[in-house]
């Protein structure tokens, strides 16, 4: 992308003259242009200081857990966010650090500590285990970063709140990627609802059921309630964080759940609760990782109608009563993905100060749920959702 935008800012064309040697000149060089001789170099120069100039602005980003989330964040900040670009990655199991340096053309840092110390480092996106995500940010704020971090935020209110406090002591942003609301139908049925065309929310539920954890390539941390925090806190946190942007806030959780397999050893692999808004409207959100069939769907009742959003967020209905109002194929939307979303507000949020889509706190509410629908499960009984 870097190449395109020097490319674009080049007054002469495609044309770079051959200059001596200078940083600046090596990176034209690599960008592949073709090379002239002649007495331009003073246009030269503009373009070399535009160039430098644009990289002086673009944001530098440190990569935190290079699996299979963290590739996905540096490919899209890659293809689709020119203000930013990953400049090194960390990851302590040599095959996923080998696999991010090979595809990046990028080296890779020895520590976390050595990532974080880089003056060339603005911000990092934190894509690793759930229960890293709390110390890895305070780290990161310590050191002057902004961060990006993957849900959940944490697996406790405790530590998001630690998180949320330690970024804004030091001035800094903190975003959760809470991509779910940020699905291109997602948004579509965020804004219906919100424009009250179909009434007020009354009541809503999200289901998510699939087979079975996948095997990384650095194994299956997902399976220990330690590292993932369970299905609530990995998986439900997604549905929990939908339910927050269409419906608004929740305060209070009831629980059910059951253990069926044997993938999961210490917590549920089915788990449902029952969550009411502070809007007066209810919700159901269920989650389980043995089903046979996979499911992943939300409806959404309001007081003249209703919408459904199918199929993995596939397709999105409007119905009041029986008369379909409109359906809408995600093939047919246009506009930026989830994950472009999100990590191109951040950008713009750290370097332009522009209002973000998501920030800690949409990540604290989730946390906040699980945590009350982990208390619900023990007591057996209604629990307040802790609010900040
Ligand atoms: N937003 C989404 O839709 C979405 C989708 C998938 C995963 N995620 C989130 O992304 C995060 C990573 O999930 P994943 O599926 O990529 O898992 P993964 O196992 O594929 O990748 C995690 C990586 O972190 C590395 N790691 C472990 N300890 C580390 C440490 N101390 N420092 C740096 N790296 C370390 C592992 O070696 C591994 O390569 C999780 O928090 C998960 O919830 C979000």
């Known amino acids: 992308m870097l190449r395109r935008r020097a490319n674009d800012a080049v007054p002469i064309g495609s044309r770079v003259l051959a200059f001596s040697s200078s940083h600046i000149c090596a990176r034209l060089a690599a960008s592949r242009l073709p090379a002239v001789t002649g007495n331009d170099g003073a246009e030269f120069c503009v373009a070399a200081m535009a160039e430098e100039r644009t990289e002086r602005m673009a944001l530098r980003l440190g990569l935190i857990g290079c699996g299979g989330m963290g590739r996905i964040l540096a490919r899209v900040i890659r293809d689709c966010v020119p203000e930013a670009r990953v400049v090194v990655g960390y990851d302590p ?214 919408a459904r959003l199918g199929d993995q967020a596939s397709y999105l209905e409007f119905w009041a009563g029986p008369k379909q109002l409109a359906r809408i194929e995600s093939k047919n939307v246009s506009g930026p993905d989830a994950v472009e979303c999100e990590l191109r507000s951040f950008t713009g949020w750290v370097l332009h100060d522009e209002p973000p889509v998501l920030t800690g706190a949409e990540g604290r509410a989730a946390v906040a749920v699980a945590e009350a629908a982990q208390r619900a499960r023990q007591t057996g009984g209604a629990v307040e959702v802790t609010t900040g």
């Not at 965020?190 to 065309?197: C, D, I, L, Q």
């Not at 806030?249 to 609760?273: K, L, M």
């Open 93 to 306: 199991f040599e095959p996923a650090q080998a696999g991010f340096n090979r595809e990046f053309a990028a080296a890779g840092a020895g520590s976390l500590d050595e990532l974080l110390s880089r003056v060339d480092v603005d911000a990092v996106l934190i894509a690793t285990p759930n229960h890293l995500h709390c110390d890895q940010t305070l780290a990161a704020a310590a050191a002057g970063k902004h961060v990006f971090c993957e849900k959940p935020m944490a697996l406790s209110v405790g530590d998001c709140d630690r998180m949320i406090a330690a970024c804004k002591e030091a001035s800094l942003k903190l975003m959760v990627g809470h991509s779910a609301r940020l699905k291109p139908l997602a948004r579509r049925l965020r804004e219906f609802v919100a424009s009250g065309e179909l009434g007020e929310p009354r009541h809503g539920h999200a289901t998510y059921l699939f087979s079975q954890f996948k095997e990384r390539e650095s194994g299956l941390w997902h399976v220990n309630r330690d590292r993932s925090g369970g299905v609530l806190f990995h998986i439900g946190v997604h549905q929990i964080d939908l339910f927050h942007a269409i419906f608004g806030p929740v305060r209070r959780v009831q629980y059910a759940g059951g253990h069926y397999g044997s993938q999961v050893r210490d917590f549920d692999d089915i788990a449902t609760i029952l969550v009411e808004f502070a809007s007066a409207a209810t919700g159901v959100i269920t989650v389980a990782s043995v089903s046979p069939v996979p499911v992943n769907e939300a409806v959404f009742v309001l007081s003249q109608g209703y």
